[in-house]
């Protein structure tokens, strides 16, 4: 069974940092895409960075130059470092991971990230 656990959101001033990471367990993590998606209300959930198992990465141009994704394969882990946050990246974070090979992903249960004053 494979899982997903987000953690690291929270409320931050506009200007600031958080770190989301998202612990994988129950699968051959290195094997798997790996992705942030984010959903504001009553919008669709859009995909803001993702990083290949050849660890490629590509980024939203919203958030391009301001978030970075990395990932931890012996921690079957993946990292979003968000800085310079904007009261527009307010929205429920959710992990992603697909197999390279395949259409076969699985989601994390989201992380709730406001910016703020």
């Known amino acids: 069974q494979v899982q997903l656990v987000e953690s690291g959101g929270g409320l931050v001033q506009p200007g600031g940092s958080l770190r989301l990471s998202c612990v994988a367990s129950g699968t051959g993590f290195s094997m798997y895409n790996v992705a942030w998606y984010r959903q504001c209300p009553g919008k669709q959930r859009e995909l803001v960075a993702g990083?290949?198992?050849?660890?490629?990465?590509n980024y939203v141009n919203s958030v391009k130059g301001r978030f970075t994704i990395s990932r931890d394969n012996a921690k079957s882990t993946v990292y979003l470092q968000m800085d310079s946050l904007k009261p527009e990246d307010t929205a429920v974070y959710y992990c992603n991971i697909q197999h390279f090979l395949s259409a076969v992903n699985y989601w994390g249960q989201g992380t709730q990230v406001t910016v703020s004053s």
């Open positions: 990083a290949t198992s050849s660890g490629r990465t």
